[in-house]
């Protein structure tokens, strides 16, 4: 159970921030159907991201995770309430290319090998070919895929197809990643090597991350913050600040550490309303 000492309360509406990567504010999603029958996937979600920080979403499923997520990459558009990125609409920070956005799948072009996927976006907004040549090395080097340049989808791993689909959202350096379960296809070693991989990734490019998740492990590994939410109306239900060291600091080792278990428990308790709801900023260590 949650102790009341670790909880502390929030405004019931999201402050204005100038600078964040990612605000949310008095957003609701109401989905129409057949017969006009209404589906209400989001209520009164409001969300603040700040730069170079990494949010995971976590709830049971059709709570509205990858919704939201939809909404900030302006894949959908929200029934009432705002939504920006550093500033922007979310349609001209989609424009902009603000953000680079992965999903479960890697999504690979077979007939493209892994330096024409990478460099993909930048031929599509008319980069010469010395400075793609120049990017896409230097984004092999980060996820550490420089020997496989020349090979094709289908002679990589999974978990290699996902770092390249990392590396081609990377490619326009974006300030914030938009995550959908993006290791939710792979097996579990290779799942927290790539997680591990990832906290390296955006340590070193400083980029936010907005990341969807069913797995709590996965989410008190990675992130800063955890934003649980409600069954569907989808609603924060509250929102756990993770204090586990930077990205350096964040090693296979740390999946062993005593706060690593109490962080995991605390977000399961969450999850299953053993804390009180509506209360947001629960602090562990």
């Given amino acids: 159970m949650s102790d009341a000492s670790d909880i502390t309360t929030a405004p019931a509406t999201a402050p ?14 109401i989905f129409t159907g057949k017969k006009k ?4 996937a989001l209520e009164s979600i409001d969300l603040t991201v700040a730069p170079g920080e990494f949010v995971s979403l976590i709830g049971p499923s059709g709570c509205g995770k990858s919704t939201l997520l939809r909404l900030i990459a302006d894949l959908d558009t929200p029934s009432t309430g705002t939504v920006t990125v550093f500033g922007k609409t979310a349609r001209q920070a989609r424009i902009d290319q603000e953000y680079g956005i992965a ?24 980069v010469g070919g ?8 230097e ?34 350096s974006p300030r914030l990643l938009l995550m959908d379960e993006p290791f939710g296809a792979l097996d579990e070693m290779t799942r927290e090597r790539m997680q591990t ?14 990341f969807v998740t069913h797995s709590i492990p996965e989410a008190v590994y990675l992130s800063n913050r955890v934003v649980v939410m409600s069954p569907r109306p989808g609603r ?7 204090s586990l060291g930077t990205a350096q600091e964040r090693t ?3 999946r062993e550490n005593e706060a690593f278990f109490e962080n995991v428990s605390k977000v399961r308790e969450l999850l299953h309303g053993e804390a009180p709801v509506g209360i947001r900023g629960v602090e562990t260590r």
Avoid: C
Avoid at 113 to 123: A, F, H, K, M, Q
Avoid at 147 to 152: K, R, T
């Fill in 130 to 137: 010395a400075a793609r040549k120049a990017r896409v090395s």
């Fill in 139 to 172: 984004l092999l080097a980060l996820v550490g895929l420089s020997d496989f340049a020349e090979s094709y989808p289908d002679q990589l791993s999974g978990g290699m197809q996902q770092r390249v689909a990392i590396a081609r959202a990377l490619a326009e």
């Fill in 236 to 242: 924060i239900r509250d929102v756990l600040t993770v």
């Fill in 37 to 40: 029958a209404t589906v209400t």
């Fill in 16 to 29: 204005v921030v100038p600078d964040a990567a990612v605000q949310v504010s008095g957003v609701d999603k």
């Fill in 197 to 210: 991989e990832l906290v390296r990734i955006t340590g070193e490019t400083g980029a936010a991350v907005v």
């Fill in 103 to 126: 999903f479960q799948q890697a999504g690979l072009l077979p007939w493209r090998t892994v330096t024409g996927n990478i460099e993909l976006p930048l031929e599509l907004h008319g």
């Fill in 252 to 254: 296979e080792e740390l």
